[in-house]
């Protein structure tokens, strides 16, 4: 008997998605390009929820939705990944599991089309936690993953970002203003961030969340990022909520942020909302930091929050609307 | 004027040291063997202690006491380490200061004699937090630091150790008890552990935490542990506690352990000895994990708990007092 048959008829259940904080500002992104993002993330939260009505586990809702992201070119992850400054593309992801805590996460993959599922083989297959490099993908033949060259992450968005950026020896973590002027990393930047993730509830109960992204723009090759890290870029507790967050990595790293949500559910009987709020908004952009994050909690409360002008986003509950936001309004 | 000079003249400072959790079995310890083990571990709170009572940073004293042990044939880092299920040494560290939350790990490096040190490196000279494989080796040669040849990681020890484990086919994370017979991970093996870590309060104020590692005996290629990965092997946080830990890093990863002891204090209020308590005796024994970790707090407070056996440990506060220990009592 599986978990749906023994799960109550009116079992909330729901995924919640990003594509990034900090999107293209409303000027340089026409009707037909916001179509072009809308579609896809539909079609992500589609194959979600699809999962989910079924029965079936927050796990596989989270690894199929992020998948769908991971093979668009309008995200930062899997196709669309970013470049290092070096001209690769390096992959970082990670999946975990609320009801266990088992975890699988991978970085600095080069040949891998799908990081999130290799993440969830690195959880089920693997002793281990975190794979990368070469020995990832040894790993990968192993479980008889599809590999592909790096031409295959080739996309002219990502590679004049590069070009753009060593051109105006723009910094790392540096952003830019259409076309002047540093920003903050809070006030986002499209060419920057881009990073997807998924947070699931199953009708059993059980949570998950995913991260998968190319690492940020004109990054040293070797440079790992939050999104494989357990506790900064991806966590899952049943105790408490999934989260999976975007941004400049190395501040997510050294806040914790995808652990610090849940700590203060847990120790401050805080709502996933305000917790979310008070880590993103406050502790985050005081710490100099910036992005965007999505949690969902085991009632399926959910929440979705960034610093920048937008985050790609969008969620469904167990009521079946479809929500799909790119903007602050 | 330096930190020192503007401190109080009482003002406390001290550092915590560990070697590793489960240790040779007192049959198997001669008494020359012990001596050595002392031997190294006062070395390494000497060099410390003289950094900390000059004024000098919790930081700097970190560094050189890993340093230490990383030369020593004797802990599972740098010299010492484990090998792979390929033969190779990979070798894993990290290093946070408390008082900015700035950190910096390396991952399965394979040629840096002191990965601590180039984890300082990541920290001091890089926008990253962690940095892995070839990538971080590139950046080290940029950073003019010392390579070796893997030749220079080669130990009998160790490598009967992986020898033994291939013939008897014991399962990553399994340890052997003596010669016959599967022990859990909580009970120690010291042909397992050795993971070394520090962890300084100084004259200012300041906290930092530091870990170093050849990883656990027999790993994937590719494995990244708990040590480099900021909340799961290493954390500081002046608002709380520096934490190293040791031990299967699986566990500690999925349950950020090292960032575990301080939130118990922030949210909880508690000391630091009945947070690394509750955290090490309690959560990671119930789990399925085991191991060990030091702590130290702002008004030098210390704790040093392990599950198994013993764990190579030491301290040294303001009185100058050296405290090396191995076994339970």
Same mark, same amino acid.
């Given at each position: 008997?599986?978990?749906?048959?023994?799960?109550?008829?009116?079992?909330?259940?729901?995924?919640?998605?990003?594509?990034?904080?900090?999107?293209?500002?409303?000027?340089?992104?026409?009707?037909?390009?916001?179509? +072009?993002?809308?579609?896809?993330?539909?079609?992500?939260?589609?194959?979600?929820? &699809?999962?989910?009505?079924?029965?079936?586990?927050?796990?596989?809702?989270?690894?199929?939705?992020?998948?769908?992201?991971?093979?668009?070119?309008?995200?930062?992850?899997?196709?669309?990944?970013?470049?290092?400054?070096?001209?690769?593309? +390096?992959?970082?992801?990670?999946?975990?599991?609320?009801?266990?805590?088992?975890?699988?996460?991978?970085?600095?993959?080069?040949?891998?089309?799908?990081?999130?599922?290799?993440?969830?083989?690195?959880?089920?297959?693997?002793?281990?936690?975190?794979?990368?490099?070469?020995?990832?993908?040894?790993?990968?033949?192993?479980?008889?993953? +599809?590999?592909?060259?790096?031409?295959?992450?080739?996309?002219?968005?990502?590679?004049?970002?590069?070009?753009?950026?060593?051109?105006?020896?723009?910094?790392?973590?540096?952003?830019?203003?259409?076309?002047?002027?540093?920003?903050?990393?809070? &006030?986002?930047?499209?060419?920057?961030?881009?990073?997807?993730?998924?947070?699931?509830?199953?009708?059993?109960?059980?949570?998950?969340?995913?991260?998968?992204?190319?690492?940020?723009?004109?990054?040293?090759?070797?440079?790992?990022?939050?999104?494989?890290?357990?506790?900064?870029?991806?966590?899952?507790?049943?105790?408490?909520?999934?989260?999976?967050?975007?941004?400049?990595? +190395?501040?997510?790293?050294?806040?914790?942020?995808?652990?610090?949500?849940?700590?203060?559910?847990?120790?401050?009987?805080?709502?996933?909302?305000?917790?979310?709020?008070?880590?993103?908004?406050?502790?985050?952009?005081?710490?100099?930091?910036?992005?965007?994050?999505?949690?969902?909690?085991?009632?399926?409360?959910?929440?979705?929050?960034?610093?920048?002008?937008?985050?790609?986003?969008?969620?469904?509950?167990?009521?079946?609307?479809?929500?799909?936001?790119?903007?602050?309004?």
């Amino acid at each position: 008997m599986s978990d749906a048959q023994i799960a109550p008829k009116d079992a909330p259940f729901g995924i919640v998605i990003h594509g990034g904080a900090g999107v293209r500002e409303r000027a340089e992104m026409s009707p037909e390009l916001e179509r +072009e993002y809308r579609a896809v993330l539909e079609q992500t939260l589609a194959a979600g929820y &699809e999962i989910l009505k079924r029965g079936g586990s927050s796990l596989d809702a989270v690894e199929a939705a992020i998948r769908v992201m991971e093979d668009s070119p309008l995200f930062n992850a899997g196709k669309g990944a970013a470049f290092t400054n070096a001209g690769t593309n +390096e992959l970082d992801a990670a999946i975990m599991d609320g009801k266990t805590l088992k975890a699988g996460g991978v970085g600095i993959v080069k040949h891998i089309k799908n990081p999130i599922s290799l993440a969830r083989l690195v959880m089920d297959k693997s002793p281990h936690v975190l794979m990368v490099g070469e020995g990832a993908e040894m790993f990968a033949r192993e479980q008889n993953v +599809e590999l592909v060259p790096q031409s295959y992450f080739y996309n002219d968005r990502q590679y004049k970002s590069l070009l753009e950026r060593r051109k105006l020896e723009i910094p790392f973590g540096g952003s830019l203003k259409t076309t002047s002027g540093l920003i903050s990393p809070g &006030e986002g930047d499209s060419r920057l961030y881009g990073t997807v993730g998924a947070v699931a509830l199953d009708k059993a109960g059980n949570l998950a969340a995913g991260t998968s992204t190319g690492g940020r723009v004109n990054k040293k090759p070797g440079r790992v990022g939050d999104s494989p890290i357990i506790g900064a870029g991806t966590y899952a507790n049943n105790e408490s909520c999934a989260v999976s967050t975007t941004g400049l990595g +190395e501040f997510h790293m050294r806040l914790l942020t995808a652990r610090e949500i849940p700590v203060l559910m847990t120790y401050k009987n805080m709502s996933v909302q305000a917790a979310t709020d008070e880590v993103m908004l406050r502790r985050l952009v005081k710490f100099g930091g910036g992005g965007g994050a999505i949690a969902i909690d085991r009632q399926g409360n959910i929440a979705a929050q960034f610093t920048g002008n937008g985050m790609y986003r969008g969620y469904v509950k167990s009521d079946g609307k479809t929500v799909v936001q790119i903007y602050k309004d």
